[in-house]
Nanobody, 115 residues
Framework: QVQLVESGGGLVQPGGPLRPSCAAS????????MGWYRQAPGKQRELVAL???????NYADSVKGRFTISRDNAKRTVYLQMNSLKPDDTAVYYC?????????WGQGTQVTVSS
């Protein structure tokens, strides 16, 4: 069964860290790039970070230097280390393929940055 399950979001103060994770079924993880996306209220979903099977990464300008995407192939899990969080980072965070498949969108994990 194809499945992506995000977890690890929460409420954090500005400047703090969070590390959401995404567990993927074997079928999905055997495919190529994986990405983290986010959707803030009233805004379109956007790509935040991307990682290829070979470990190459790419980031949205708004998170460069603050976020780090990584993957553990043995655990079929993708992580997003988020540091120096800002209120503008508040959103639901999702994972999907680098070229997202609509049917693969999961529930996401809520990240709220607020004092």
């Amino acid at each position: 069964q194809v499945q992506l399950v995000e977890s690890g979001g929460g409420l954090v103060q500005p400047g703090g860290p969070l590390r959401p994770s995404c567990a993927a079924s074997a079928l999905i993880f055997s495919l190529n790039a994986m990405g983290w996306y986010r959707q803030a209220p009233g805004k379109q979903r956007e790509l935040v970070a991307l990682i290829t099977n070979g470990g190459n990464t790419n980031y949205a300008d708004s998170v460069k230097g603050r976020f780090t995407i990584s993957r553990d192939n043995a655990k079929r899990t993708v992580y997003l280390q988020m540091n120096s969080l800002k209120p503008d980072d508040t959103a639901v965070y999702y994972c999907n393929l680098g070229t997202p498949i609509p049917a693969y969108w999961g529930q996401g994990t809520q990240v709220t940055v607020s004092s």
